[in-house]
């Protein structure tokens, strides 16, 4: 079976918060053929070790976890490896890889130079 794919959010409590990354999980839906769900690593649902249950219920042994992080602090360092060991110990069978935030690929900075191209362009349309 192919690799799922999870895109890792931190989390929050206001709903506000959490709707852009619904729609980033809609649109990555729409355009990969592998599985994508969404998970948040803390404060909302679903949470990370409910998607990797799921998955893995749903036949997924393998599943890649991309974190929507700008860098990899302290949560990519320290506390989601330890949620990740967590459930390989409950799972041996998984196999869980996490990979570097997106804000550390090299493209990230290519989308922002282009995101701000787009804007400065659109408002000097509206003067």
Not at 5 to 12: D, E, P
Not at 42 to 69: K, M, R, Y
């Amino acid at each position: 079976m192919t690799t799922a794919l999870i895109v890792l959010a931190h989390g929050s409590t206001d709903s506000r918060w959490q709707a852009p990354f619904e729609t980033l999980e809609q649109r990555l839906k729409e355009r990969m053929s592998a599985p994508v769900r969404l998970a948040y690593m803390e404060l909302c649902d679903p949470l990370l070790e409910t998607v990797v249950q799921e998955l893995h219920a749903d036949g997924f042994n393998s599943i890649d976890i991309l974190p929507l992080f700008f860098a990899a602090g302290r949560h990519l360092r320290e506390d989601v490896p330890a949620q990740l060991e967590a459930l390989r110990h409950e799972h041996p069978e998984l196999s869980l890889t996490l990979l570097d935030p997106v804000g550390q690929h090299p493209s990230f900075a290519d989308v922002v130079v282009s995101i701000v191209a787009e804007n400065q362009r659109d408002s000097s349309c509206t003067k």
